[in-house]
Every structure is written in structure tokens, then in C-alpha cells.
């Protein structure tokens, strides 16, 4: 079955050179999880049995990992986003799902972009960026397969980003937090229907450190402090998984599960194994790169001034230099 193999998939490449996002990706496209999530993130799936979402969620979605042929994780839609000219954008994981009571030939009710972010340490503000990956989701639809034609507006669909940051400050554990497009009537009083402007939602996740496991709470945040941070072995994991959640274990995802472990144990501030490392800190310099040559486009700074503005680390300034020359004159 599908559901087994997508998430042994994941983990069992126990590969400490990787980036930790990119496990959290694989986690994040399998469908299982993905309903959970949407049960308690997206309205519009609010009433609808968690074991039901996953026949609304489209068969061919995309995100920017590989994985091999599996029919419970998505695949997607191009998570590349070219649409703005010299601001291309690259989404984790992007894909569309139908809407619940929707008419039979309506295949997309919404796109639903997910977003793994390992700490809020970053020098802008994660839910700006969220704003930003939403408006990029509504004007890329213009004239695109799936989105609308020429001035037909109406068929704009609305689009949800959701960011689930891992690690972030004791004041931001537990916030579940949703920005919409609301309606306020400031003279005469007049509502227009509510799907003519509610066509974008950000969603901020801040799993806890802890949770008690002997609740019988076991929500979507609970289950993601139990994929990506609780402390506890791979065996309780499993059993916690199948036991509150349904998600089935083989002996495929007893693999996964192990190296997805070892993974969460070295990303926390505990982990000291030297691949893991070398894996964080080259997602760090990947990030600082971005955002370098990011500013030096748009408001045309050098290097140096641009590295000073964003307070770039300077244990990582000659990389992230080393990096961006090397893009430049490869161009």
C-alpha cells in the first residue's frame, strides 16, 4: 500500500550529509499527514473526516525533492515559480485539492503551497515572506493551466501557504496562528459574497518542544512534535503513530522511522554528528546566498554592503562569497 512505503521512503535514507529540510519535505508530501494537517489548517476541510481528505488532494502534485513512484505521497505541481522576472521563487511543496461539495468537472478548488522552515532565526520576518509566497500563488494564475483565462477573475482560486517552523523561541511554542482577507463595512453597511475576496490564507505552525503523551489530545501539532522533535526512541514513535493517528508501520518505515531519529536528534541542539553539521551549515550558506544576491538585484549593493545589511554570520562570509562569484561567472 502506498501510505506505508511513502514514509519509510522518506526517512530511510539516512543520509546525515543532507539537509534536515529536505526529510522534512519527504514527511510533509505524504498524504497521511498532509489530511491531518489540512484538518486543522485549511477551513474549507474542517468537517470532513481525516481519512477522506486524501481522495481531495490532487494525484499529481510536485515539491522540490525526489522521490521514487509511490501512490500515497504527492508529486505535484512546478514548484518553480517564474512568473515575476528576475524574482524567481522555489516553493517545498505545492499542489491543488478539490474542493469538498464542489461540482463533479472541477478538479481544483484551491492550491495549498507547505512550507518547512527549521528555526525563525532568519533576518526578515518568516510571515512577510508568507504574504509574499500567497500573492506570488494568486498572480501566477493568470493563463495558467488550472488557473483562469484573460480578465476571468471569477475563477481565481484561493490559496493557502503553511509554514511549519521546527525550532523557534519559548514564546512562539504552541502558536497556531491564520491571517485572512476579512470584510469590514466602514460606512454603509454591505456584504459581498465572502468567496469573492477570501482567496488567500497564511498559516504560521509552532509545534511545542513537548507535549504530554499521555493525553488524549493528539492533534496535528502534537503529531508533528512527534515526527520532527520528541525525545523518545524510534519504537515509541511508531507505536504513537499508528496507535493516535492511523498511520500504518511496516518494516519499511521501522528503517525510515530509525534514521529520522538519529536525523531530529542531531538537528536539535544535542545532535554533534560532524555530516549532520556539515549538511546545517550548508543549508545555512544556501539560505545566506539567496538572500545576498536577493538584495544586491533589487536594490544594488555590493557584496560586502549587502552581507553588512543582513548581518550575515562572519564565520560564513568567505563561503557565501565564494558561492555567489562562482554563480556570477557561470552566468
Given amino acids: 500500500m502506498g501510505s506505508k512505503l511513502e514514509i519509510a521512503d522518506a526517512i530511510e535514507n539516512n543520509d546525515l550529509n543532507k539537509a534536515y529540510d529536505e526529510y522534512c519535505?519527504?514527511?510533509?508530501?505524504?498524504?497521511?499527514?498532509?489530511?491531518?494537517?489540512?484538518?486543522?489548517?485549511?477551513a474549507e476541510y474542517r468537517d470532513i473526516p481525516v481519512e477522506e481528505i486524501p481522495s481531495?488532494?490532487?494525484?499529481?502534485?510536485?515539491?522540490?525533492?525526489?522521490?521514487?513512484?509511490?501512490?500515497?505521497?504527492i508529486q505535484g505541481r512546478n514548484v518553480e515559480d517564474?512568473?515575476?522576472?528576475?524574482?524567481?521563487?522555489?516553493?517545498?511543496?505545492?499542489?491543488?485539492?478539490?474542493?469538498?461539495n464542489s461540482d463533479e468537472n472541477e478538479r481544483i478548488g484551491l492550491f495549498?503551497?507547505?512550507?518547512?522552515?527549521?528555526?525563525?532565526?532568519?533576518?526578515?520576518?518568516?510571515?512577510?515572506?508568507?504574504?509574499?509566497?500567497?500573492?506570488?500563488?494568486?498572480?501566477?494564475?493568470?493563463?495558467?493551466?488550472?488557473?483562469?483565462?484573460n480578465s476571468e477573475f471569477q475563477?481565481?482560486?484561493?490559496?493557502?501557504?503553511?509554514?511549519?517552523?521546527?525550532?523557534?523561541?519559548?514564546?512562539?511554542?504552541?502558536?497556531?496562528?491564520?491571517?485572512?482577507?476579512?470584510?469590514?463595512?466602514?460606512?454603509?453597511?454591505?456584504?459581498?459574497?465572502?468567496e469573492d475576496y477570501d482567496k488567500l490564507s497564511v498559516v504560521m505552525i509552532y509545534p511545542k518542544r513537548e507535549y504530554?503523551?499521555?493525553?488524549?489530545?493528539?492533534?496535528?501539532m502534537k503529531m508533528l512534535n512527534l515526527?520532527?522533535?520528541?525525545?523518545?526512541?524510534?519504537?515509541?514513535?511508531?507505536?504513537?503513530?499508528?496507535k493516535n493517528y492511523g498511520i500504518m508501520m511496516t518494516r519499511a518505515i521501522d528503517k525510515e522511522m530509525d534514521g529520522m531519529c538519529d536525523l531530529s536528534k542531531g538537528v536539535r541542539e544535542e545532535g554533534h554528528a560532524e555530516g549532520l553539521k556539515q549538511g546545517l551549515e550548508k543549508g545555512r550558506i544556501e539560505m545566506a546566498v539567496e538572500n545576498v544576491r536577493s538584495l544586491m538585484k533589487e536594490l544594488n549593493?555590493?557584496?560586502n554592503e549587502a552581507m553588512q545589511i543582513l548581518k550575515i554570520d562572519e564565520s560564513i562570509r568567505p563561503e557565501v562569497e565564494n558561492v555567489i562569484k562562482s554563480k556570477n561567472q557561470s552566468i
Wanted: charged share 30%; with cysteine; proline share 3%.
Fill in 212 to 220: 504530554d503523551n499521555k493525553d488524549d489530545k493528539n492533534g496535528m
Fill in 227 to 242: 515526527l520532527f522533535k520528541a525525545k523518545m526512541s524510534a519504537e515509541d514513535k511508531k507505536y504513537q503513530l499508528s
Fill in 56 to 73: 481531495y488532494i490532487e494525484h499529481d502534485p510536485q515539491l522540490d525533492v525526489s522521490l521514487d513512484d509511490d501512490s500515497d505521497k
Fill in 155 to 194: 475563477n481565481l482560486k484561493k490559496v493557502y501557504s503553511i509554514w511549519i517552523v521546527m525550532n523557534s523561541n519559548k514564546a512562539m511554542e504552541g502558536v497556531l496562528n491564520k491571517y485572512t482577507i476579512t470584510e469590514e463595512c466602514l460606512e454603509a453597511k454591505y456584504q459581498f459574497p465572502k
Fill in 301 to 303: 549593493k555590493t557584496l
Fill in 82 to 100: 517564474q512568473s515575476v522576472h528576475g524574482a524567481e521563487i522555489k516553493y517545498d511543496i505545492l499542489f491543488d485539492a478539490k474542493l469538498p
Fill in 25 to 42: 519535505k519527504k514527511i510533509l508530501s505524504n498524504k497521511q499527514i498532509l489530511a491531518r494537517i489540512m484538518k486543522e489548517c485549511v
Fill in 112 to 149: 495549498i503551497n507547505i512550507e518547512a522552515q527549521n528555526s525563525n532565526n532568519t533576518p526578515y520576518p518568516i510571515l512577510s515572506r508568507a504574504v509574499y509566497y500567497c500573492s506570488r500563488l494568486l498572480a501566477k494564475q493568470k493563463n495558467m493551466q488550472g488557473g483562469f483565462q
